[in-house]
Every structure is written in structure tokens, then in C-alpha cells.
Nanobody, 116 residues
Framework: QVQLVESGGGLVQPGGSLRLSCVAS?????????MGWYRQAPGKQRELVAS???????NYADSVKGRFTISRDNPKKTVYLQMNSLKPEDTAAYYC?????????WGQGTQVTVSS
């Protein structure tokens, strides 16, 4: 059973930066799978904000394009999300999971709060 462990969230002022990490332990096929970062704000549905293919092709939601960068380290079974120029509307719980149609059980997520 793959376990997803997200980390790196916190409280940051508008304009600040954070780097999120997610380790997919026990994933045998991690390097072959697209991965994604999702977020869920209170009262809203979970949304995909960034994805990266097995070959490194990236895609971003319009709301984060130019500010967020997704990357992966296959030997470490880790996916990262570098978030710059953070805005209050980026406040949410952030989760990682497969970026395609498949899904593992969701991890606990990491909270990002952007506030002055």
C-alpha cells in the first residue's frame, strides 16, 4: 500500500515562498506514473494545480502558472512544488497523488496559509 507523506507547508506572508515535498513510499512504479499536486480550500472542491509526467512534462492551472514549479526525483520517489509569489488565495491544504486517472489513498496533506 503506497503511503503519501506531504511536508513543507506553513504560514507565509503574501509574496513569500514555500517548497512542498511529497514522498510516495512503497511505490514500485513511481517513475512510470504522472504525479500531481492538488489543493483544497475550505468549502471548495479539491483541485489539481500542477502535474508532471513520467518524462518531466509539466502542466499548471492558470491560477498558479508562472508562480509554481513542480519537479520530481524518481530515485527518492519524491515530488516537489516550489511556490513563489504566494497570494492569500493560495491558502489551502495541499496534497500529492497520481496525476493521471489513478489514485492512491490520500495522505494527510500539508497546510499552506498565506496571510499578513
Amino acid at each position: 500500500q503506497v503511503q503519501l507523506v506531504e511536508s513543507g507547508g506553513g504560514l507565509v506572508q503574501p509574496g513569500g515562498s514555500l517548497r512542498l515535498s511529497c514522498v510516495a513510499s512503497k511505490s514500485i512504479f513511481f517513475s512510470d506514473l504522472p504525479m500531481g499536486w492538488y489543493r483544497q480550500a475550505p468549502g471548495k472542491q479539491r483541485e489539481l494545480v500542477a502535474s508532471i509526467s513520467s518524462r518531466g512534462t509539466t502542466n499548471y492551472a492558470d491560477s498558479v502558472k508562472g508562480r509554481f514549479t513542480i519537479s520530481r526525483d524518481n530515485p527518492k520517489k519524491t515530488v516537489y512544488l516550489q511556490m513563489n509569489s504566494l497570494k492569500p488565495e493560495d491558502t489551502a491544504a495541499y496534497y500529492c497523488n497520481q496525476g493521471g486517472l489513478g489514485r492512491w489513498d490520500w495522505g494527510q496533506g500539508t497546510q499552506v496559509t498565506v496571510s499578513s
